[in-house]
């Protein structure tokens, strides 16, 4: 049913402005994980896009095929639901917004809520009406890996060196949960804000294996059994070329922020060809598919 403010104040189709304000107004989440589903959408329009492949121009944000199980059911992409779920709310009071629009402009506002600089953003992404197009699983990095892997999954989509090791500088934020990818905690003591602590943490702390019956992840005796690092984030100093840029970032804020924000702009328009005139899809909670 209707409710009197929605009656009052009905969306109007192409105000983008309404839309980020709404996203702010839900980013604070008391009893979710720190306080804040930031992160968990900034993880969402990554994964959204994160799929491209330059070489066959197949995968990208365009289309939002996570509402699908063929996508959304990939073990890279659980926990998302959460995300999905939680900006169900914003769909339903801005139809016209597609999803794949939605949830890359989440990641935008959610960033720069959280601190972060200002990432263009552009609106025009379709969703898929089928999952015949959705991408095949297995595009997405896996952390157990190393350095070659990340150049096989980052040159994929059309990334260079730089471009890797300032995308991963948003493992700043959130966290892994043993529920969802098997690893347990956060990069930073300060998961909820956008920074470069993930490479201070990185360069100025030594990393060991925890001993542990969990995935192989790493961790700091002064900085006790909470933080951790990845295989994959530690390969970022092990690797000759990827650790300069590791440096330069930990102690150039700027420098970062202003190439985050380039690289992650890049990132979301992967594989987005726009049309003048684009159909949303009708809010998916109606749908059946997305398993809660
Ligand atoms: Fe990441 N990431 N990520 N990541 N990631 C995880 C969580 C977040 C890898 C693995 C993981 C990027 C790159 C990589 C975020 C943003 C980005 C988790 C924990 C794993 C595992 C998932 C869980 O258990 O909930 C690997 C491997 C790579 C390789 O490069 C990039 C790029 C970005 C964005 C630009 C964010 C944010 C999170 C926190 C999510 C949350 O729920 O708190």
Redesign the pocket.
């Known amino acids: 049913p209707k409710t009197q403010k929605d009656a009052a104040s009905p969306s109007r189709k192409g105000d983008f402005d309404a839309v980020r304000n709404d996203i702010a107004s839900i980013l604070d989440q008391p009893d979710y994980?720190d306080g804040s589903i930031g992160?968990?959408l900034?993880?969402l329009?990554?994964h959204a896009s994160?799929t491209y492949c330059a070489e066959t121009k197949t995968g990208g944000s365009n289309g939002a095929g996570m509402r699908y199980e063929a996508e959304g059911g990939d073990p890279a992409n659980?926990?998302l639901e959460h995300?999905r779920r939680f900006l169900e709310p914003v769909k339903e009071k801005h139809p016209w917004i597609t999803y794949a629009d939605l949830w890359t402009l989440a990641g935008v506002v959610a960033i720069k809520e959280m601190g972060g600089p200002d990432c263009k953003w552009k609106p025009g992404r379709t969703d898929f009406v089928d999952d015949s197009k959705c991408p095949p699983r297995g595009r997405?990095?896996?952390?157990a890996?190393a350095a070659e892997h990340?150049r096989f999954?980052?040159y994929r989509m059309g990334f260079n060196d730089q471009e890797?090791v300032a995308?991963?500088?948003?493992?700043s934020?959130?966290?892994?949960?043993?529920d969802?990818?098997?690893?347990e905690g956060?990069w930073s003591v300060t998961?909820t804000k956008f920074s470069t602590q993930y490479y201070k943490m990185l360069t100025k702390f030594k990393w060991e294996e925890k001993k542990w019956e969990g995935p192989r992840q790493f961790r700091n005796e002064d900085l006790g059994e909470e933080l951790m690092m990845?295989p994959?984030d530690m390969a970022l100093i092990e690797d000759e070329k990827f650790i300069p840029w590791v440096k330069k970032y930990a102690e150039d804020r700027d420098a970062f922020y202003k190439d985050f924000a380039d690289v992650?702009s890049k990132?979301i328009e992967l594989g987005v060809e726009r049309t003048d005139d684009y159909e949303s899809a009708p809010t998916f909670s109606k749908a059946e598919g997305d398993k809660k």
């Open positions: 994980d992160p968990v900034v993880r329009a990554w994160g659980a926990g995300a997405l990095p896996d952390g890996q990340l999954i980052f890797i995308l991963a500088g948003a493992h934020l959130g966290r892994c949960h043993s969802r990818s098997g690893w956060p998961p990845l994959t992650f990132l």
